[in-house]
């Protein structure tokens, strides 16, 4: 069974950085079978928005556009922790961040899918103020 905790939300004033961690278990991400890990946002009265996801194969990374230049999604493998790196932040950045897990290499365009990932972490607050 894969379990997922988020890790690293808070609240920054507007251009600060903030590290996101996401520690697995029940998988090794050391491994050489397929598999993708995504970020997702939810901001209050809005969709589940895709930020960003990394598969196995390539080691690729994808980004979503509102992210794109910003966030940097990373793995250490030694930890099995994913990693989401957001720099200059912006208040349109506030939500709670999930991170997702699936045991199968997507295609790019099911990466930036929720119905894509079996595996969902509970959630961490990101308050980026004004």
């Known amino acids: ?13 507007t251009g600060a950085s903030l590290r996101l961690s996401c520690t697995v278990s029940g998988r090794t991400l ?3 079978s397929p598999y ?18 990394l598969r196995r194969r390539g080691g690729s ?3 979503g556009d509102s992210v794109k230049g910003r966030f940097t999604i990373s793995r250490d493998s030694t930890a ?9 932040l912006k208040p ?7 991170c997702a897990y699936a045991d199968r290499s997507p ?3 099911a990466m930036q899918r929720e119905d ?4 969902w972490g509970q959630g961490t607050q990101v308050t980026v103020s004004s």
């Open 1 to 13: 069974q894969v379990h997922l905790v988020e890790s690293g939300g808070g609240l920054v004033q």
């Open 30 to 32: 050391s491994t050489n």
């Open 36 to 53: 993708a890990m995504g970020w997702f946002r939810q901001a209050p009265g809005k969709e589940r928005e895709f930020v960003a996801a």
């Open 61 to 63: 990374t994808f980004y």
């Open 80 to 88: 099995n922790t994913v990693y989401l790196q957001m720099n200059s």
């Open 92 to 98: 349109e950045d506030t939500a709670v961040y999930y």
């Open 107 to 109: 295609i790019v365009s």
């Open 116 to 119: 894509f990932y079996d595996n």
